[in-house]
Each structure stands twice: as structure tokens, then as C-alpha cells.
């Protein structure tokens, strides 16, 4: 591995994205799921100054919005994130208020000074040249346009607006708990998503993001002791003075206190940076053209610098995994980078904090590395569907882990089982459709983003079979990558695999707060009887241990399938779902029957899956 300051990677003889953007917005506007698919289209371009001394900087930002959309538009939004870090915000209020307040906020928002608040403040605004009316409402900004956008049209939007970067305190600022200077999430006034639902404008409250796809042209100008890392393809390397020179050439270095960072990011929704003084900078490049950067501080203890070092040839393995997992890294380079409150993914790049034991930095990588594909990939609106975001990421890097690391845990997922039968143990429940911001409760989000969301595809294993779930994640990322699929994109991608009709059990799982119970009710000899206690069906495994010694293996599919998975397993009857029992016959006296013997089924109740005769 070579050590350099910075990324090479970024040099411009590389192009950002294996899928040009003409495949991209032809793949976009048809969609096998529904030929009237259409997403709107971005493209920024922005110039920053920073004034790294009081944490401020100004901008000026161009942005061509593209009306994809059957509808006229007569007003635009943008949020303004920076404005959620100030005492009486949503976020502040919505934190005092919570029955379980995140530790890394609690009421800190609530007692920050005027020089540790966020802002981001627009002072003028026009569409295609003519001042418009704006007004900042919390985290929105409001826009009355002149004119229409007609569906199919184009509108050049320009403002300039100046901001302060808040303390840190969650996700994005500056000074963070481990010295980190600038983590900069979030930090421009980023266009609202307008699709099929209508614009997507809720006030910031530290949850969940939801983009629209196009491409970001930015320029930074800050103290030349500061490396920057982040999204996209750096275009001046002899300008920046911090390894991203070519050897072979003269430095063009600018005169004075700062220097210019030009970056461009194609085909993404979203754009992050991070900067500070005391950065070290790695590369691995991968055989396969893809280059792995690691940016972290130089003042961290010596364990924490060697799991830092270890930890690269492991990402060099996670990128392959998720790739031939998923579907392959459309981009040139990813970026894994100290800085922000925990983990948090951004486009081709994360930010983590980096004081952690081997075990945790590997696992938070491994999370917020496969966020690339569920999220930015396939750009589900994590809003108002986080469990497709959070879940099938928690699914896919339990995976990675268990194999990477040689676990060898027969279910990788255990964690997420024993987190959803707790919360449904204590009541605190709620259902899927719930969007992000609405929980009562974090823990209720979490368990249910996290963990029920990751059941929802392990589970799935058990409806349809493993083998039709891997290969509906790869049909998945061909047929809704670089899109914002639904939670019925799924469920159509996996219907068409496996053959299984998959309505209930999307609803079920998803909309309801229903809970899986089932239990053997009864045993004479070669009856065996079951009971459904739970308002949710699902088919049932059987497995009988005979009074022989010998065993069978039983398969019952719910009717409401109308098939049933590939399995070795005796077929028997379709059970409706509602009958309460059902009872067959087998060939010899009965031992013991054990329902789901491999544990993949979200029983809330084991103790009754399990029936020896006495």
C-alpha cells in the first residue's frame, strides 16, 4: 500500500462512473415495474469560501433543475439543515421532548452560544435571472418562482447565501468529540424531491435524507494547512499542495493563506467533505480500477492508528463482497474517513469516528460501506421507508462480517430477532409505514429500521428460500439502481423470481404491527396438529423425529402464496389463513416436531414451536 497525503484517486484521468449518464437517464425513464416512471434531475454548481478562524464561510450556488414530472411546479424547497442546530429548533424541541433522547443531542442544542449555532442564510435568490420571493421556515426554505417549470422544462436557479458550521453535535459541524475540525454534511442548501407522492419537505429533526439524482460541481476555498476528503473527482491536483500532484510535474501552488479544491461528483444525490490539519491519507488500489481512501487524524494513539491500517485490506474485501453480492461500485474511488458523531454514508464516501476497538471500526465500515447500495444506489426515500435503507443494509453487512471475519454464525442476524421480540415484549411497536420522524420513541425507529427491517429479507429466506433472496437483490440493483424504488419494487422484483405471490406478507410485515406465532397444539401418534395464535400467517416448516430414530421434513405453503419455495421438504397441503389449526398425518409414530428448526421465522413465542411426546 502506498502512502500518500491525498487522494490520487481523484486525478481526472479517472471518469467518476462506469454507467454514463446517457445509460443512466435512459435506465431511469423505464422502468420494468412501470413504464411511466420518471425522477427529477439536478446539477449544482457551487463555489464555497471558509473561513476557517470563526467556522463561517459564503457561497454562491447554480443550480439547473430539470421538471422530469408530468406537473407544472409554481414553487420549489430546499432544506436548510444547518438551521436545525439552534436552540427552539424542531430538532432541539422534538430532543427535549423524546421519552429516550439521543445521548449525542439530549439538550445540548438547546444551550448553544451564537458562535456554536448553524445556519444557513439565503440572501438572494433568481430564477433564470429575476428575483424571486423565498422565506425560511426552520430547516425549509420556501420558493414562489415567477414561472412556472413546465413539465419537460428547465429553470437555472442562483443564489448566494452565507452559513456557520454548528458545534458538533450530530452528523455534521465542527470540533468533534475526537478533534476532528470540519465535518461537513449537509452543508448546502439542497433542493426538496418532488415524485409521484408530491415534494418531500419535512423539518430536520437528525433522522433521514432523501435526494435527487444529478451532479455537483464544487469549489472550495480554505486555509492551505487543511486536507480535504469527500465526494467526487478532484480536477486541479497541482493546485491543492497536499499529495495530489503528479511528481512528474510543477507545482501551480496559489499565493496566499488558501487554496482551491475543485471537485465534480456525477450521478449522485448528494455531497460531503470533510477537512482538517492533521489528516493522514491512504490508498489501496484494488486490481479492479477502484481505488479505497482512508483519512484519519495523525494524533490518534498507537492502537487506534493500527486498526486504522488493518482495517484497509478488510474494505478492499467489503467492496468486493457488496459487489458481487449487490451489483458491482459503479465509481472510481470510496473514501472511509474520520469524522462526523458515529457512522453516517454519504456518496462514495463515509464518515466515522475512529477511536474504536478492531471489531467496531470493521462493523460500522462494513454498515455504512453497503449504505452505498441501500440508499445511494438504490436511492429508496429513507424518510418515509428507512427500514429498506437501515434493514437491508443491517442484512447484507451482517453477511459480509459473518464471512469476512469467519464468524461462523449460523444466523448472522440473531441480534435483530432478539431486538424485535424484546420491543414487542414491552410494547413499544410500531409499524414500518411510520415515517422515520414520527417514532414516539428512538428505540421504537431503531428496532424497527434496523432490526425488523433486516427480518424482512432474512425472513424472507424462509418464505421463498435463500437462494431466490440472492438472487432478487442482484435483479433488485439491475432494475432500480440510480432510481428510488418503493417498498412494491421489492416485493415485485421478488415475486418475479421466486413465483410467489408476496402482497400479504408486505402488508403484514410492513403496514401491521401483527406478530408471528404459531405453536403444536397437539400429537396422537401420526396426527400432528398446529395452531396460528398470531394475527400474521406464514408458511410452516415441520420437522418430526419419528419414535425410530428416524426423521421427516415437512413443508406447508400458505394458500395466500399460490406456490411454494424450493425445498427438499414433503409438500403438503396449502393452509388458509384463516383457519386457526391445521393437522396432517405421517407415516410412523411421532418423538418430537419442531416447527422452523433453523430459526428464521420471527416467532415471538419459541417455547411452543417445540412438542416432545411424553
Not at 384463516?578 to 410412523?588: H, I, L, Q, R
Request: overall charge neutral; charged content about 25%.
Amino acid at each position: 500500500m502506498k502512502k500518500i497525503l491525498l487522494f490520487t484517486f481523484l486525478i481526472t484521468l479517472f471518469v467518476s462512473c462506469t454507467i454514463t449518464k446517457k445509460e443512466v437517464y435512459q435506465t431511469n425513464n423505464s422502468s420494468s415495474a412501470n413504464n411511466s416512471y420518471w425522477q427529477q434531475h439536478v446539477a449544482y454548481t457551487m463555489d464555497i469560501d471558509v473561513d476557517v478562524s470563526n467556522y463561517k464561510y459564503k457561497g454562491t450556488q447554480t443550480l439547473v433543475y430539470t421538471n422530469n414530472s408530468p406537473d407544472d411546479l409554481d414553487k420549489v424547497f430546499y432544506h436548510l439543515y444547518f438551521n436545525a442546530f439552534q436552540p427552539g429548533s424542531q430538532m432541539d424541541v422534538r430532543s427535549l421532548n423524546i421519552k429516550d433522547p439521543d445521548r449525542r443531542v439530549g439538550d445540548r442544542i438547546s444551550k448553544l452560544q451564537p458562535n456554536e449555532i448553524g445556519y444557513i442564510k439565503v440572501n438572494s435568490l433568481k430564477q433564470n435571472g429575476v428575483i424571486v420571493a423565498h422565506e425560511t421556515v426552520g430547516t425549509t426554505l420556501e420558493v414562489k418562482l415567477k414561472q412556472p417549470i413546465k413539465s419537460g422544462e428547465k429553470v437555472t436557479l442562483k443564489m448566494n447565501f452565507d452559513a456557520q458550521i454548528p458545534l458538533q453535535i450530530r452528523r455534521s459541524g465542527r470540533n468533534n468529540e475526537e478533534g476532528v475540525a470540519l465535518s461537513m454534511a449537509q452543508w448546502y442548501p439542497k433542493l426538496a424531491a418532488y415524485d409521484f407522492q408530491g415534494w418531500h419537505t419535512p423539518p430536520y429533526i437528525a433522522r433521514e435524507f432523501h435526494g435527487v439524482w444529478g451532479d455537483f460541481d464544487v469549489t472550495i476555498h480554505i486555509d492551505k494547512k487543511y486536507t480535504l476528503g469527500g465526494s467526487g473527482n478532484l480536477q486541479n491536483p497541482q493546485e491543492t499542495g497536499h499529495g495530489y500532484e503528479d511528481p512528474s510535474k510543477d507545482l501551480h501552488l496559489p499565493k496566499g493563506d488558501k487554496f482551491t479544491w475543485y471537485f465534480k461528483a456525477e450521478n449522485v444525490h448528494d455531497f460531503v467533505w470533510a477537512a482538517d490539519p492533521a489528516y493522514i491519507h491512504d490508498v489501496l488500489k484494488m486490481e479492479n480500477g477502484i481505488d479505497l481512501h482512508f483519512l484519519y487524524k495523525n494524533n490518534l494513539e498507537e492502537n487506534y492508528l493500527k486498526n486504522w491500517k488493518y482495517l484497509q485490506p478488510k474494505v478492499a474485501e467489503l467492496m468486493t463482497y457488496f459487489s458481487q453480492k449487490i451489483g458491482q461500485y459503479p465509481y472510481k474511488q470510496y473514501s472511509v474517513i474520520q469524522g462526523g458523531d458515529g457512522g453516517m454514508e454519504y456518496a462514495m464516501a463515509t464518515l466515522i469516528t475512529g477511536k474504536r476497538k478492531f471489531g467496531s471500526l470493521f462493523g460500522v465500515t462494513a454498515h455504512e460501506m453497503a449504505h452505498t447500495w441501500f440508499q445511494f444506489l438504490l436511492a429508496s426515500n429513507e424518510s418515509l421507508h428507512p427500514w429498506m435503507d437501515e434493514g437491508f443494509t443491517t442484512y447484507i453487512s451482517n453477511k459480509a462480517e459473518n464471512e469476512i471475519l469467519k464468524e461462523n454464525k449460523k444466523n448472522p442476524h440473531i441480534d435483530s430477532y432478539k431486538g424485535y421480540r424484546t420491543i414487542v415484549t414491552k410494547g413499544y411497536e410500531e409499524t414500518l409505514s411510520t415515517h422515520a420522524d414520527r417514532y414516539d420513541t428512538n428505540w421504537g425507529y431503531g428496532v424497527a429500521s434496523y432490526s425488523k427491517g433486516n427480518i424482512f429479507l432474512s425472513q424472507l429466506e424462509y418464505v421463498i428460500g435463500s437462494e431466490n433472496v440472492a438472487k432478487g437483490i442482484k435483479k433488485y440493483f439491475h432494475d432500480f439502481s440510480f432510481k428510488h424504488p418503493t417498498p412494491n419494487d421489492i416485493k415485485r422484483v421478488m415475486e418475479k423470481i421466486s413465483g410467489v405471490h408476496l402482497g400479504w406478507y408486505l402488508n403484514e410485515w410492513t403496514q401491521t404491527t401483527h406478530t408471528i406465532n404459531y405453536g403444536v397444539k397437539a400429537v396422537n401418534e401420526q396426527k400432528i396438529t398446529l395452531e396460528r395464535i398470531g394475527k400474521m400467517p406464514m408458511p410452516i416448516d415441520v420437522s418430526v423425529i419419528y419414535t425410530d430414530g428416524s426423521k421427516g421434513r415437512f413443508n406447508i405453503p400458505l394458500e395466500m402464496m399460490r406456490a411454494n419455495k424450493p425445498t427438499t421438504a414433503k409438500i403438503l397441503k396449502d393452509w388458509g389463513w384463516a383457519s386457526p389449526t391445521y393437522s396432517f398425518e405421517v407415516s410412523k409414530p411421532v418423538k418430537s416436531v419442531i416447527i422452523d428448526k433453523n430459526g428464521l421465522m420471527a416467532d415471538i413465542y419459541l417455547e411452543n414451536n417445540f412438542f416432545e411426546v411424553k
